[in-house]
């Protein structure tokens, strides 16, 4: 048996198909299923129920949608380096839409009236997210793009991954247990469901109208990172937040940390300037209005120093006066107290009397034979009443 080389197999296809002349001019009928056009050269695939097939076209002008019917006339060519088959278009024509894409334009439209991609039902992200849950398949390079945006920006930020299909007969159910599981898991502040570019038949399960409405029910903000930024789905209009791409919703949720501490240095920086001028502006306002203070005292002062004088001569003047006129007035009232005095009246001959109650004696309280004191200026006398006698002190001087 003869063993071929790679090239060898590829070099004989390639014989093949450019000997054979049904494949020369041919006009195929078919869905758009992607379209792209870079530098002037199209890549697209058009699909029918069963089979897929490649096209490009160089100096393309006009750009198409995924959905559209065309008639694409051109070239079936075999590319060895690539091993890959397609057809080089040089003519195209549109005529009409694809079922694929009219089962997607209905849903849509069936879901937008009964108010699914209304605005005021959207959840906005927090401000400030510390974990996010991602539904996408853990082994593709859609995950790693997302841990590389969020380690570069956030090293501190968690990432759970739920494992699901993105494609194929699985990926609608596995898709939805994700959403409900993240959706009822406390540690994730936001989902993201995820996946990278693709046809329109390898983004159908994210035209799911079943996927939609659990993602309209969920609690959590949702993010659709679908595709890339060309590609719309159902899931984009159903969510809280559509991401042109997985790199970009990774962006979204993450706050960049070297950003928000030049942030909090700028705002420390802010208020310490600011905290220090108020203090200058009010420590100047305090000494001028102090000096302003002292000023006003001194002209007060001096522009009543007279006053102040004058006021002191009075009232010093009126205190020598009342003292003198009460110095007068105290020793007139001595006087008369000192004539009043009993101790004057006993230097003048008198004495006084009391009875043995040392009260002084009176008719009604003594008689003959009481004991009583004669007291003088300097001597006291005991002596006893021997006699009474009524006499008349008037008649008698």
Request: glycine letters at 6%; proline letters at 3%; charged letters at 25%.
């Amino acid at each position: 048996m003869k063993v071929f080389t790679v090239s060898q197999i590829n070099r004989i296809i390639k014989d093949i198909i450019d000997n054979e002349v049904l494949l020369e001019d041919v006009t195929v009928s078919g869905e758009l299923s992607s379209f792209s056009i870079t530098r002037g050269i199209a890549y697209f695939t058009i699909k029918d129920a069963d089979n897929l097939l490649s096209c490009v076209q160089f100096g393309a002008k006009q750009n198409y949608n995924v959905g559209d019917m065309i008639e694409c006339r051109g070239n079936i060519k075999y590319y060895p380096k690539g091993g890959k088959l397609s057809l080089n278009v040089y003519e195209i024509k549109f005529s009409g839409q694809g079922e694929l894409y009219k089962q997607f334009l209905e849903l849509k439209d069936k879901l937008d009236k009964e108010g699914l991609f209304d605005k005021e039902n959207k959840i906005p992200l927090p401000r400030f997210i510390n974990s996010i849950g991602v539904v996408t398949s853990s082994t593709g390079a859609v995950l790693q793009d997302i841990k590389n945006v969020t380690s570069r920006r956030n090293p501190n930020l968690d990432i759970y991954v739920y494992d699901a299909q993105v494609q194929g007969n699985y990926a609608v159910q596995q898709l939805i247990e994700g959403i409900t599981y993240f959706d009822n898991y406390s540690d994730v502040d936001v989902v993201i469901v995820a996946r990278g570019g693709g046809s329109i038949e390898d983004l159908s399960p994210f035209n799911s109208e079943e996927l939609a409405r659990v993602a309209f029910i969920c609690n959590k903000p949702l993010i659709s990172a679908v595709g890339h930024e060309t590609d719309f789905s159902i899931l984009d209009f159903v969510a809280d937040l559509r991401a042109p791409t997985p790199s970009a919703a990774a962006e979204l949720v993450t706050y960049d940390i070297q950003e928000l501490k030049s942030y909090i240095n700028n705002l420390n920086y802010t208020i310490s300037s600011n905290v220090e001028n108020v203090y200058n502006e009010l420590n100047n306002k305090l000494k001028t209005t102090t000096l302003n203070i002292e000023n006003q005292i001194n002209d007060i002062v001096n522009d009543n120093k007279l006053s102040v004088v004058n006021y002191y001569n009075q009232i010093k003047s009126l205190t020598e006066n009342i003292y003198q006129t009460s110095t007068h007035a105290v020793d007139k009232m001595i006087n008369i107290l000192d004539k009043l005095s009993p101790l004057r009246i006993l230097k003048s001959g008198y004495s006084y009397v009391l009875n043995s109650d040392n009260k002084p004696i009176t008719d009604e309280n003594t008689k003959v034979g009481d004991v009583v004191d004669i007291i003088t200026e300097n001597v006291k006398y005991n002596a006893k009443i021997i006699q009474k006698e009524k006499f008349n002190v008037r008649e008698k001087h």
